[in-house]
């Protein structure tokens, strides 16, 4: 599982280095693709946000139970619940954009901005604390109760595997083209 996780955020790393660099295009006057933009967001609100944070809720709730003399504090839910409204408030502006009502380039400049700013500190926050503490704390037994448990919130990357799903396509061919 903790693979599973540290592989979807070298994804997500992926993607927010491809927000960045639109965010700094538009700060710049220049022109940007937002399609692409809310490709991106689109994708974060419906892996990240629907499956990817939730079985991180899951593994540290039970993280939790296991170790209650922890005082750790309930961070991630709160982090995920900031993610959850920045994505959402940001993607109401996208598609204001893309509705053509006038939105001034600062305005998605700066929503780019925090939103890229929050997700990397999110990042780094479970990488550096969180999952190294589960790493320690839990056993093998411990990871397969929590494996069977996540099975019903594991759902297939629709951007970053293998399967023919055509949901972000455009985003994967921009990608691949960026990669070379």
Partial sequence: MLARLHNDHKHIAILLKLLHNKQQRLENSE???????????EYMQCYAEHSHHPLEDLINDYYLQQ?????????????HTVLIECSSQ???????ILSDVPVQNEVLSD????????????LIYEEAELFPKWKAGM???DWKIVETQCQERLISDP?????????????REYIAKAEE
Avoid: C, W
């Fill in 31 to 41: 022109a940007i693709n937002f399609n692409l933009i809310r490709d991106i967001v």
């Fill in 90 to 96: 940001l993607m109401t502006t996208l598609n204001l």
């Fill in 111 to 122: 929503a780019l901005r925090e939103y890229v700013t929050i997700q990397k500190e999110h």
């Fill in 67 to 79: 170790h209650p003399e922890e005082a750790i504090q309930r961070q991630l839910g709160k982090e």
């Fill in 139 to 141: 056993s093998d037994e």
């Fill in 159 to 171: 951007l970053f595997s293998d399967d023919d799903n055509a949901l972000f396509e455009e985003l």
